[in-house]
Structure formats: C-alpha cells, structure tokens
Nanobody, 125 residues
Framework: QVQLVESGGGLVQAGGSLRLSCVAS??????MGWFRQAPGKEREFVAT????????????NYADSVKGRFTISRDNAKNTVWLQMNSLKPEDTAVYYC????????????????WGQGTQVTVSS
C-alpha cells in the first residue's frame, strides 16, 4: 500500500524559510512533486523532481512563482523528498501536498496517482 506523509509546515513571517518533507512508503517513484492549494483556489503545481531512467540524474522543474526561492530535492534510498522554501511571501500561504506519479516531469495534478494528506504553510506579513 502506497502512503505519502508530509511534515514541516507551520507559521512563518514573510521573508522566512520552511522545509517540507515527504516520506513515501510502499514503492519508489520516478517522479515526485509538490502542489499547493490556497483557500478558494485550485490546487496548483509547485515543483517536481524526476528521472528519465533509473540510472540517470534527477531533473527538476518549478512553477514560475517559486523559481529562485524554492528548491526540491530527494534521497531515493530513503524514499524522501524535500521542499526548501526561502524568501516566503504571504501569497505562498496554502496547504502543500506531496504527490507521486509515473510521468516524468509532469506539472499536471491529473498525472499524479498518489497524494499525501497535506501540510499547512502560513506566511504572515
């Protein structure tokens, strides 16, 4: 049974940093991603990390709104993916979801098969 468990959310002031973690159990995935959903808005893509082949290096892709501020990384041996969030802004406030899928580099939530329960990130101004 596949399970994704996020942690690391919380309340932070604008300009601050948070690091989200997601541990996957049950199997490993070539593609892992982070999405977020603010109140009254659609769930949106934040970042993804993926490889094309098991032996190839990981690649990353980011939403324009977080480029240069967020960094996605992972440890495949630990089935863990992180999202380092720096220079946080009030508009980053949302529930952040970890997701796993099979389509390399996808930014579409419909192409992610497994989801965590979400972790709240609140950025105060």
């Amino acid at each position: 049974q596949v399970q994704l468990v996020e942690s690391g959310g919380g309340l932070v002031q604008a300009g601050g940093s948070l690091r989200l973690s997601c541990v996957a159990s049950g199997r490993s995935f070539s593609t892992m991603g982070w999405f977020r959903q603010a109140p009254g808005k659609e769930r949106e893509f934040v970042a993804t990390i993926y490889n094309i082949f098991n032996w190839s290096n990981d690649r990353t892709n980011y939403a324009d709104s977080v480029k240069g501020r967020f960094t996605i990384s992972r440890d495949n041996a630990k089935n863990t993916v992180w999202l380092q969030m720096n220079s946080l802004k009030p508009e980053d406030t949302a529930v952040y979801y970890c997701a796993a899928g099979l389509r390399p580099g996808s930014t579409l939530k419909s192409e992610y098969n497994y989801w965590g329960q979400g972790t709240q990130v609140t950025v105060s101004s």
